[in-house]
């Protein structure tokens, strides 16, 4: 039985990365590049100042994917210290690493690594962030155990999660799909997207997992999107994975998405989609 769970995990995870990994995914990332980076700018900088960063420190950057926000916080640390950022996910870290580079960092570095078993010696770091991951974990607190254990006496952990799904980002794009649609289930790893927007959960789930000095708030960040609302609907095709269950379903089907680009056209101002995101923000302290 427990050979059977093992597999079945072992199983779910490689085929998580074949999804993050896929050719697709990745050539549609690769050319809204510039975009995305902007319209995840500030959910990038609320995770930086919530972890009141100092020269010296060493961070752990769980779910780095392509190197956010593992390289602002080596900015932020003006190189000193160390930022390791890992992912499951190996073709972002290439990425990640490319990035770097280009920048000339060297307290920062990337690999290959699973937070429910952090290939790390207890108190190793000084901080644990993760953005936009901590809902995607499929042993939540296993995970929190495994961050607070890596962190120092003392140490903080800073998570940002999407908060409800009721808000103008999803409600334009798979709200108006399911209007027209709604025969179609979001899928169960969609729904866990969001499985901190009620208030008070990820708290929960932090001080179950043995952290201290819990602090949670959701937070409204701009994410504006600089194009038109065609190329964002494109872009959240081809990289939102969650949903692809969802949308290839209605691939080709022209009536939703004419109507997905009225809805994204009512927040468009002739350079930017903008919309505001509700976010959830916790820090602890182990």
Same mark, same amino acid.
């Given at each position: 039985?427990?050979?059977?769970r093992?597999?079945? #995990? ?31 700018? #500030? ?11 100092? !020269?010296?420190?060493?961070? /752990? ?36 690493? /490319? %990035? ?18 952090l290939?790390?010696?207890?108190a190793?770091?000084? %901080? ?31 998570? /940002? ?8 980002? @999803? ?30 959960? /990820? ?5 179950e997992?043995?952290?201290r ?8 960040? !701009? ?5 038109? !609302? ?5 872009? @959240? ?5 969650? @949903?692809? !269950? ?27 989609? %903008?919309?505001? #995101? ?9």
């Amino acid at each position: 039985m427990l050979r059977n769970r093992i597999l079945a #995990a072992e199983e779910k995870q490689v085929m998580a990365e074949e999804s993050w990994n896929s050719p697709a995914r990745l050539n549609t990332a690769e050319r809204f590049r510039t975009q995305s980076a902007e319209m995840g700018s #500030a959910v990038t900088d609320a995770v930086v100042e919530a972890a009141r960063l100092a !020269p010296g420190l060493r961070v /752990l950057d769980v779910g780095c994917g392509s190197g956010e926000p593992a390289i602002s916080i080596a900015t932020r640390l003006q190189g000193t210290g160390m930022v390791t950022g890992i992912d499951l996910a190996a073709a972002p870290l290439e990425v990640a690493r /490319l %990035r770097a580079r280009k920048l000339g960092f060297k307290n920062v570095e990337f690999r290959q690594g699973d937070v429910h078993a952090l290939d790390f010696a207890s108190a190793s770091f000084d %901080r644990v962030t993760s953005r936009l991951g901590v809902m995607f974990f499929s042993d939540l607190h296993g995970a929190l155990r495994e961050m607070r254990r890596v962190l120092r006496p003392g140490g903080q952990v800073v998570l /940002l999660a999407w908060g409800p799904m009721e808000q103008p980002y @999803f409600e334009r794009t798979i709200g108006t799909v399911r209007k027209l649609r709604p025969e179609l289930e979001i899928p169960a790893t969609a729904l866990s997207m969001f499985r901190f927007g009620k208030s008070g959960t /990820l708290r929960w789930a932090l001080e179950e997992a043995g952290f201290r000095g819990v602090e949670e708030e959701t937070q409204d960040l !701009p994410w504006d999107w600089r194009g038109s !609302p065609q190329e964002l609907w494109e872009y @959240f095709r081809g990289v939102t994975v969650p @949903f692809r !269950p969802l949308l290839e379903a209605v691939e080709g089907d022209v009536e939703v998405e004419q109507s997905v680009l009225i809805a994204l056209g009512q927040d468009y101002d002739g350079r930017h989609v %903008r919309c505001q #995101a509700q976010m959830v923000v916790a820090t602890a302290e182990r």
